[in-house]
């Protein structure tokens, strides 16, 4: 098996369907997410991302650079929104390991202007 990578980055760009799923299964359907009536009279002027689903976006790539980990702890923040249809860059990096626990940096920022949406640190350790 070859060794994982210590840093893993993807571009995409996230839909309304996705944030409509995300809703459906979360059960957190604030309009600012699923109605883009509602939300162009916001002053987002659109629909953002639920912030748990960027989380999501970013624990699967925290688990590829650690395969077979899992999450001990997550630190985030969100200092921008995050739009449909904008491309996104999400990225993973390890910054530390010591005592089995890894921490991973993760980001994720707007490929067009650079501008960080969501940015944090996962703890990930041995899987129990």
Do not use: W
Not at 15 to 33: M, V
Not at 82 to 87: A, D, K, L, Q, R
Not at 89 to 102: I, Q
């Amino acid at each position: 098996m070859a060794p994982s990578p210590d840093h893993i980055s993807i571009e995409r760009s996230l839909t309304q369907a996705e944030f409509d799923l995300f809703a459906r299964l979360s059960g957190d359907d604030n309009p600012i997410h699923v109605d883009p009536d509602f939300s162009a009279r916001t002053r987002f002027g659109r629909t953002v991302a639920h912030g748990l689903y960027l989380c999501s976006i970013l624990r699967g790539l925290a688990g590829q650079v650690r395969p077979g980990s899992r999450q001990l702890s997550k630190d985030v923040r969100f200092p921008a929104p995050t739009y449909t249809g904008e491309p996104m860059r999400f990225s993973a990096s390890v910054e530390t390991e010591a005592a089995g626990v890894t921490r991973i940096a993760v980001k994720a920022e707007r490929v067009a202007d650079g501008v960080v949406t969501c940015e944090g640190m996962f703890e990930m350790g041995a899987a129990a």
